[in-house]
Structures are given as C-alpha cells and as structure tokens.
C-alpha cells in the first residue's frame, strides 16, 4: 500500500515538472526559435564590458574560470564563414585587447579560444561568438580543465548583478590600456 502511494506521489511530480518543462519551454521568448541571445539587449546590457562599430566584449554568466569572456560580432551571423574580413579582422583586434585586460585584472598567463559552428560541435547561440578562456600560471589540469567546464553547465549562472560587477572591472581595464592599441571605431 505505502509502495503504491509512494509510486503514485513520484509520478505525480514527475507529471508536474514535464508540464512545466513544456509550459516552460513553449512559453519563454528565450527558447522561442528565432531568440538570439547574443542580439538580446538585457543580455548585453548585462555583460557588456567593451562595443566598436563591429564587434562586442562581454564577459558569459557561465564562466569555466574566472576571466571566461565572450568575443562576438554586432551583426547577428551565425557561421564565421558569414563574417566579412573586416569583422574578422576586427574581432582579432579585440581578442588582443581582452587578453591584455584579462591578464591586468586576473592575472592570468594562458588562455584557450574556442569557436564552434553547427550544432553538429555544440554550437548553442546561433550567433558567432569566440570564447576567451584564461587559465594562471601553472593551472595546466585537463582534467580540472574538463571538471570546470562540466561544472559551469550545471551551476546556477552569475546573476545579472554578479556579471555587470565583472564586466565593469574588465571595461575599466580595457579603458586603462595604452590608447594606441584601441581601434578608431571604438564606441
Ligand atoms: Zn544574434
């Protein structure tokens, strides 16, 4: 009888939290399918830590390790082969730049890129977007590597006010490099 009326109460949770996921899912404009995070202005006034006439820096509020930035073009494209060789160019200049503030703010001595195309590799934001990875010196672990990235797709996400206080250190630290390294089309 207890076992009866135990199956019946997980089953009746169960019910609840598909409705939910699905109440969830067919409702929330962030799962709607033309959503683009990337192009969401909460979303970036969020995170933004730096903006030129072509590219973006902001920092992710699912960070594999302190410093993990976001690098991406204005222009909504999804595939790096969509980007025009002036965005690219300038997407690398920025990358340059997040490196130098990156080390100023975190200290940090290495750092992996990572850019995905098609969902094929895990690309989850139909938006071009390099992910800046920093790691400090002698933080060589794959596998503490592997656990962090694990790890920051499990946890909560930073919360609005967590990443705007981190993307506000790493915009005081792009202002502070030297002006020449700054491309012209700086907002
Ligand atoms: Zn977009």
């Known amino acids: 009888m207890i076992k009866k009326?135990?199956?019946?109460?997980?089953?009746?949770?169960?019910?609840?939290?598909?409705?939910?996921?699905?109440?969830?899912?067919?409702f929330s404009p962030k799962l709607a399918l033309n959503y683009c995070a990337f192009c969401d202005p909460n979303v970036l006034n969020m995170q933004t830590?730096?903006?030129?006439?072509?590219?973006?820096?902001?920092?992710?509020?699912?960070?594999?390790?302190?410093?993990?930035?976001?690098?991406?073009?204005?222009?909504?494209?999804?595939?790096?082969?969509?980007?025009?060789?002036?965005?690219?160019?300038?997407?690398?200049?920025?990358?340059?730049?997040?490196?130098?503030?990156?080390i100023n703010v975190f200290g940090t001595a290495s750092y992996l890129l990572?850019?995905?195309?098609?969902?094929?590799?895990?690309?989850?934001?139909?938006?071009?977007?390099?992910?800046?990875?920093?790691?400090?010196?002698?933080?060589d672990s794959t596998a503490k590597f592997l656990i962090s990235m694990f790890l920051a797709n499990v946890k909560p996400p930073l919360s609005p006010t967590e990443s705007r206080k981190i993307a506000d250190i790493m915009k005081e630290a792009m202002e502070s490099l030297p002006p020449q390294n700054m491309p012209e089309s700086r907002l």
């Open 5 to 26: 009326i135990v199956l019946s109460v997980l089953l009746l949770i169960c019910l609840v939290i598909g409705l939910y996921v699905f109440a969830f899912k067919a």
């Open 49 to 102: 830590f730096y903006e030129d006439e072509l590219a973006i820096a902001l920092c992710t509020h699912r960070p594999i390790l302190p410093g993990h930035s976001l690098v991406i073009p204005k222009r909504h494209v999804e595939r790096f082969e969509e980007l025009s060789d002036k965005e690219i160019l300038q997407i690398g200049k920025v990358i340059k730049l997040v490196n130098e503030a990156t």
């Open 114 to 139: 990572l850019q995905k195309n098609g969902k094929e590799v895990g690309q989850s934001v139909p938006h071009v977007h390099f992910h800046y990875v920093p790691r400090k010196m002698g933080d």
